[in-house]
């Protein structure tokens, strides 16, 4: 990421004596050194592969609903609204502090850390969440745009060898396990906010929505589906390159250059473009139509501009399944060529079994 690294921090939540969540800000933000334009490139990144990602925005207030029993015991749905504004008001004024570009802007910055810190505290009260680790704000300018990522990070340990061949215990982020991060588009936010897609965030972890008490510490609203946006590509994709009566090898050929195209989007962390990617499909020479307009034919038509899921890759390289006690993966590739379909009988013929399938059934059949 050959970003311009503005601002750095972070604060650390704990759970004290009283069994309660509290913050330890640090006093001030950390110098942008090599090492800190190194983290937040590692930040950046693990962020970008992340698959299943939510896009959203900003809202004022949610309605929630609760159940209570009444007087009889019986179970009864409350509703009540809170306003979620004050994270998004805090970055505002932030925001307006860092467009005049006065002295007081890394202060202004540390500041709003603290406070949306502070507010995060607040959340995981409300809603009995406990999180712990470090908690880390850092803006950053990349191709003219700016954003902002907040990471909740915990630390691992490893064993390192010194110089005199001691061993020496140390601790580091572990950033293979973020489960806890937000990026918000700043730029976006500012000229574009009627899109509604400024924010980004992790989804899930062990099958529960980060939503639940990350998303409403920002005040977000989940407006994109990404994990459905990209299935319907790589569907649209599929049924495009089948309607051109290209060959098997050149459809593969168009798949790997899609690939190609999801790779350096992902790495980026940037949306794809359907236009863009239209660029590298076949136009039907006949007709004069692409990609993207047959996109806009479609039912359901797709959205100009996609966030890429790392998850997506799969479906590009691979057919998979499983159901019944039965597991499924081959190249896509070797359709038509080892691997032959019957939509008739149901039935899938592979040619060239692996040699250690083999080897297992040939031993299984000697024992029969």
Not at 65 to 82: D, F, I, L, M
Not at 173 to 181: G, I, N, T
Not at 227 to 254: F, G, M, R, W
């Amino acid at each position: 990421m050959s970003a311009l690294i503005h601002h750095f921090v972070v604060h650390r939540l704990i759970v004290n004596k009283e069994e309660k969540i509290e913050a330890i800000p640090r006093d001030n933000c950390l110098a942008v050194t090599p090492e800190i334009e190194l983290l937040a490139h590692q930040i950046n990144h693990s962020f970008n592969a992340k698959p299943g990602k939510g896009v959203g925005h900003f809202v004022t207030e949610v309605t929630r609903e609760t159940k209570v029993e009444n007087e009889e015991g019986e179970a009864t749905t409350q509703k009540s609204t809170e306003n979620v504004a004050e994270f998004a008001e805090g970055l505002r004024q932030y925001m307006d502090i860092h467009k005049a570009a006065g002295d007081n802007v890394e202060d202004a910055f540390h500041a709003f850390s603290v406070s949306a810190t502070n507010r995060l505290v607040r959340t995981l009260a409300e809603t009995g969440t406990v999180e712990t680790g470090f908690l880390i704000f850092c803006q950053y300018e990349y191709l003219a745009t700016q954003y902002l990522m907040i990471a909740l990070l915990n630390t691992r340990s490893h064993v390192e060898v010194t110089n005199s061949l001691d061993l020496s215990a140390r601790e580091h982020l572990d950033l293979a396990k973020m489960q806890l991060a937000v990026r918000f588009d700043l730029t976006q936010w500012d000229i574009q906010p009627e899109q509604q897609r400024y924010v980004s965030f992790i989804k899930g972890r062990m099958g529960r929505k980060v939503s639940d008490f990350f998303m409403q510490f920002v005040g977000c609203e989940e407006l994109v589906d990404v994990k459905q946006q990209n299935k319907q590509l790589i569907s649209t994709v599929d049924a495009y390159l089948a309607s051109e009566s290209l060959d098997p090898q050149e459809q593969h050929q168009h798949r790997e250059e899609v690939k190609s195209y999801f790779k350096e989007k992902i790495d980026a962390g940037e949306s794809l473009s359907v236009d863009e990617l239209a660029n590298r499909l076949p136009q039907n020479e006949e007709t004069s139509s692409n990609f993207s307009a047959f996109t806009q034919s479609m039912e359901v038509p797709l959205e100009k501009e996609i966030q890429p899921d790392p998850a997506a890759l799969k479906q590009l390289a691979k057919f998979t399944g499983q159901g019944g006690g039965i597991s499924l993966s081959f190249e896509r590739k070797l359709m038509g060529d080892r691997v032959f379909y019957d939509p008739a009988t149901d039935t899938l013929t592979i040619r060239g079994i692996p040699p250690n399938l083999k080897d297992q059934l040939n031993r299984q059949s000697s024992m029969d």
